[in-house]
């Protein structure tokens, strides 16, 4: 992906495009005429950006700046010196001088009124003074001029007023091309307008533009474009942005030190140094206006590239210093895949973020003083030393007893084996041995002692170091005490069931059931499943038969029916004879009971009352000798012993 961007608006959509798209994003770009905070809306939107709960992106890394030779800071100094008659505007101008182990004197030239530049013929200048009131209301009015050596001639000036009105920035700009035709000498002026201005700590910076031709030139040795120079602080706005809970990493540029770089460059000692331990001179230091870390880590610029971009070549600036440490944290997410969005096991933005941070920093090389410092943040990027953190390591790899699970042996997960990973992703495995050859996140392994050599990786490419292991996969056996019994058809066996662990503790439930049992018989255990452990355990099985037996008739067979049919024809004689005499009423009664009996025989006439079938028989269990099946089982794992039982 690739966004580009000619406003500070233009800017912010990119940064957000890209954010939103990718996983590392890097930009060359600073900004002038800003808060030097972090809290200019190009900073602080690009802090956002990296923050974005719904961005994938896992960092951000920008350009410190190539400011650290052009570049003033200081509190305003009354010179004395008024004005009008060099500038044109009443108000005293502001002493530049030297400040121990801050600003150098470049020329020795003392104290003065001015900072001066050289300019040659057509070159062009852009100037920035900006002081720490309010930006939206700036109160103390201070004035930028540039004045030509030779003539004493204003050639540029920025006037604006600040008076604490709303939108009134505490900001002077100049941009000046040199068209006398010569090379001259400039003063840079600030004045106190009116003396009217409350001393503030200045904040200069001036250079070429990336259009023009020709700039500033250096007036020394050390590469100073100007007299007093200050190079802590020289961190221009995006350069400058932090976020919260992780910050914009800014890059800082140290030569490649090679011939090529060492030839275009010559004059550039970190060029000269083949230990890539030197600076280069340009390259901006920290810390922010607000005292935070700047850079955090530098790069290798003076490199050969190649691409559209119409880039010089070898490739100088912390322009190219930037890209590396962008290309260092792609290579790290694709050693530690789970610092990506979306990926299998995933850590959360915020760490993902601040990993793959940490692992850069922390891992690169220490040089300056103190570690970290605001010249090379915290040191030179190493990428090999950061990707060797992102490796499995093997060091709690310990051997394995598991106990069995399937009818061959176990299958056994790999995940809690000992090998970790750095950060946290899910790995899978290789492996050979006694267990065979594959890979994933489980093996299965055979009963008894298994010889593996394991390897761990988190992305499929890269290998712990090989640990060699032994999977012991245990297995129970089932035997049956005593092997024989005789019993006599209603009585019952009893046995000792033993469960005896094998290659060592047996750690799962063993659930017991028998089988091949004979006609009429049932068996059951106590207990019904057991766990041997690392002993022998035992279960009392029960057998029990059916004894032979008659069963009795119901009431209501042929002996009942006669009693109730002789006996009734006996009382319904009875009742007939009382129907011959006696008053009204009994005669009544004894028909109402002649006409029930001849109800009752009707119905058992109809029920065959009198051929009821014979009573069924009961054979109980058969006689015969037996084999009786006792079985274990847990899981798919399963083991059997056989028991005689003689049935009499």
């Excluded at 030097?36 to 961005?55: C, E, F, H, I, Q």
């Excluded at 900001?171 to 068209?179: L, Q």
């Excluded at 976020?243 to 000269?272: K, Q, W």
């Amino acid at each position: 992906f690739f966004a580009n961007a000619d406003t500070d608006l233009a800017f912010k959509q990119a940064v957000n495009y890209l954010a939103a798209n990718t996983d590392v994003a890097v930009d060359d770009l600073g900004f002038f005429g800003l808060p030097y905070d972090g809290s200019s809306d190009v900073s602080k939107n690009t802090a956002s950006a990296l923050n974005g709960a719904s961005n994938p992106i896992r960092a951000y890394f920008t350009a410190v700046g190539n400011e650290a030779k052009v570049h003033y800071r200081g509190d305003y100094v009354d010179s004395g010196v008024e004005g009008q008659s060099i500038v044109g505007a009443s108000g005293h101008l502001h002493l530049f001088q030297a400040a121990t182990g801050v600003t150098t004197d470049v020329l020795s030239l003392g104290p003065q009124p001015y900072d001066p530049i050289e300019l040659p013929a057509g070159g062009e200048v852009v100037i920035f003074l900006v002081w720490n009131d309010p930006f939206s209301a700036s109160s103390n009015n201070y004035d930028l001029y540039l004045v030509q050596a030779s003539t004493g001639a204003v050639v540029a000036r920025s006037t604006d007023l600040q008076s604490g009105a709303s939108g009134q920035e505490p900001v002077e700009f100049i941009d000046y091309t040199n068209e006398t035709g010569a090379q001259d000498s400039f003063h840079i002026i600030v004045q106190n307008a009116n003396n009217g201005a409350a001393v503030r700590n200045l904040n200069l910076f001036f250079f070429e533009p990336e259009c023009a031709t020709a700039g500033p030139i250096s007036l020394a040795p050390t590469h100073e474009r100007h007299n007093y120079n200050t190079p802590s602080g020289s961190v221009p706005a995006e350069s400058d942005a932090g976020g919260s809970p992780v910050s914009v990493t800014s890059v800082g540029a140290i030569c490649s030190a090679s011939l090529t770089a060492a030839r275009v460059f010559p004059s550039d000692a970190s060029c000269g140094d083949t230990t890539n331990s030197t600076i280069d001179f340009f390259s901006s230091n920290g810390p922010t206006v607000d005292g935070r870390l700047k850079p955090e880590v530098s790069g290798i610029d003076g490199v050969s590239i190649t691409g559209a971009g119409s880039f010089e070549n070898p490739f100088f600036g912390s322009s190219a210093a930037a890209p590396h440490a962008a290309g260092v944290a792609a290579l790290l997410l694709q050693a530690a895949p789970c610092l990506l969005n979306g990926t299998p096991g995933a850590r959360d933005n915020v760490t993902a973020r601040t990993t793959l941070r940490n692992l850069i920093l922390n891992n690169a090389v220490p040089l300056g003083s103190p570690e970290p410092n605001d010249v090379f943040g915290y040191g030179r990027i190493n990428a090999s030393a950061a990707a060797s953190q992102t490796i499995p390591s093997a060091t709690g790899v310990a051997n394995q007893t598991v106990s069995g699970n399937t009818s061959t042996g176990a299958s056994v997960s790999l995940s809690g084996i000992g090998f970790a990973d750095p950060n946290q992703c899910p790995l899978t495995f290789n492996w050979t041995g006694a267990c065979g050859a594959g890979s994933g996140t489980t093996i299965a392994c055979p009963f008894g002692m298994n010889a593996v050599n394991l390897t761990a990786t988190n992305n499929g490419v890269t290998m712990s170091p090989s640990a060699a292991v032994t999977i012991t996969v245990t297995n129970f056996g089932v035997s049956v005490s005593p092997a024989s019994a005789s019993v006599t058809a209603g009585q019952s066996a009893t046995y000792t069931i033993s469960v005896q662990p094998q290659f060592g503790a047996f750690a799962n439930s063993v659930a017991l059931a028998c089988s091949n049992l004979p006609a009429l018989a049932s068996c059951s255990f106590s207990p019904s499943s057991v766990t041997p452990g690392s002993n022998t355990i035992t279960s009392t099985l029960t057998l029990s038969t059916t004894s032979h037996a008659a069963l009795l008739p119901p009431p209501g067979g042929s002996v009942w029916a006669l009693w109730l049919k002789w006996g009734g024809m006996a009382l319904g004689l009875v009742m007939l004879s009382a129907l011959g005499r006696g008053d009204r009423r009994r005669r009544f009664v004894a028909a109402c009971g002649l006409a029930l009996l001849l109800v009752v025989a009707a119905v058992q006439l109809s029920c065959g009352g009198s051929s009821n079938p014979p009573p069924p028989s009961n054979s109980g269990t058969p006689a015969g000798s037996y084999t009786i099946t006792v079985g274990g089982k847990s899981g798919s794992l399963a083991q059997s012993a056989t028991a005689a039982l003689t049935v009499n």
